[in-house]
T-cell receptor, first 113, second 115 residues
Framework: SAVISQKPSRDICQRGTSLTIQCQVD?????MFWYRQQPGQSLTLIAT?????????ESGFVIDKFPISRPNLTFSTLTVSNMSPEDSSIYLC??????????FGSGTRLTVV | AQKVTQAQTEISVVEKEDVTLDCVYE???????LFWYKQPPSGELVFLIR??????QNEISGRYSWNFQKSTSSFNFTITASQVVDSAVYFC????????????FGIGTKLQVIP
């Protein structure tokens, strides 16, 4: 299965600023997924990122707030823009290889103060 | 639409007790995958098991066992002789089997094993 390097592992940010989270995969993958896990909650899909096309966002998530880049088949970034304390969460990227074989990054624990 | 229900939000057991975490799912897909993940306090997701909807055999891995019953749309997880290191949040999850499918997670069950 793929190995994902996700950075940063954690950060504390001031409200109103932006943070970019990176995920590097050790093999080429067609689709990458970005999830958010708010404190004490489950994982919610933010968007699906396909290389060479715009990301597809789930209901409740918009590109202006969570812009995603997918410049090649091994890399993606998620930016959390104009942050507020409500954005404090764990953010995880994920890839799928083959049928039902999902790998998750180690997560980025974001605290907005 | 897919849905995963974990009715137990928190469970506390004394070390060496057995504990079962319940998972009930809903899907219109005829082929799908079911998963269990463990999330320790550090936050990463630790993969435990994947089960194809066509494979209803129960599985045992050390102290862990899983009971998949398609008739009741359930995929329960049992830890035998629990240990303190088992303390974590456990997520049951579901994905479709065609193409690149997102994973739908349950709300998670927080398990605390008391020494």
């Amino acid at each position: 299965s793929a190995v994902i390097s996700q950075k940063p592992s954690r950060d504390i940010c001031q409200r109103g600023t932006s943070l970019t989270i990176q995920c590097q995969v050790d093999s080429q993958v067609t689709m990458m997924f970005w999830y958010r896990q708010q404190p004490g909650q489950s994982l919610t899909l933010i968007a699906t990122a396909n290389q060479g096309s715009e990301a597809t966002y789930e209901s409740g998530f918009v590109i202006d707030k969570f812009p995603i880049s997918r410049p090649n088949l091994t890399f993606s970034t998620l930016t959390v823009s104009n942050m507020s304390p409500e954005d404090s969460s764990i953010y995880l990227c994920s890839v799928v290889q083959g049928q039902g074989s999902y790998t998750f990054g180690s997560g980025t624990r974001l605290t907005v103060v | 639409a897919q849905k995963v229900t974990q009715a137990q939000t928190e469970i506390s057991v004394v070390e060496k007790e057995d504990v079962t975490l319940d998972c009930v799912y809903e899907t219109r897909d005829t082929t799908y995958y079911l998963f269990w993940y463990k999330q320790p306090p550090s936050g990463e997701l630790v993969f435990l098991i994947r089960r194809n909807s066509f494979d209803e055999q129960n599985e045992i891995s050390g102290r862990y066992s899983w009971n998949f019953q398609k008739s009741t749309s359930s995929f329960n997880f049992t830890i035998t002789a629990s240990q303190v290191v088992d303390s974590a949040v456990y997520f049951c999850a579901l994905s479709g089997a065609g193409g690149y499918q997102k994973v739908t997670f349950g709300i998670g069950t927080k398990l605390q094993v008391i020494p």
